[in-house]
């Protein structure tokens, strides 16, 4: 529930990733509760939304899930155009998963927004004993541009909800209040919104 008073924030999230990573399974087990061995493929790309609500601020976010394959690349721009977050996901156990992840950030350096909050996340932790990517280089990429890491796992639900509090708290700090933001118990609740980093 929000709470009375403070900021809310409105947030495009996207994520992005080769497919298979878990990119669907973590926005499952964050929005959800829930996790599939057999998780389907995304076709194009879903929608979610969730709210996470912080001492300083409630974050409602907006959630672009993308497909990930080669034949949707031209569509992702569309996602993450305008987003306040974005999260590139990775498989610790395969490596090439790692090298289209470096892409993507790549390719949000070249087009995306500056101020967006970028997260570099390492899934599938519960594959340890498959590990093809060391948690070092890992984070060594993401502090070299400018992202936070993180290590998770969608089928243990380690660090889910870290992820996307570490997010929410990332935005409430860099989206200012706007003077006009609504707190929840004055008497215009619902119909004055500070919406945040949107395009
Ligand atoms: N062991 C393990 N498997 C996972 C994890 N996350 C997803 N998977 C599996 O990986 C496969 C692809 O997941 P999916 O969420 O569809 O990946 P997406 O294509 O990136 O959306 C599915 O079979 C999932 O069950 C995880 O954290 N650990
Ligand atoms: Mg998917």
New binding site residues.
Partial sequence: MAKPGNKIIQAKLVLL??????????VLRFVKGQ????????IGAAFFTQILSLTEATVKFDIW?T??QERYHSLAPMYYRGAAAAVV?YDISTKDTFVRAKKWVEELQRQGNLSMVMALVA?????ESNREVDAEEGEEFAQENGMFYME?????ADNINELFYEIAKRLAKTCPSKPNAMSLNNEDQGRRRSFCCLG
Avoid: I
Wanted: proline share 3%; net charge negative.
């Fill in positions: 990733g080769d497919m298979g990573t878990g990119k669907t399974s973590l996790f599939f061995n057999h998780q389907e493929p995304t899930d497909a990930g996901v899934n599938k932790s519960d594959l998770t796992s969608a089928r243990t």
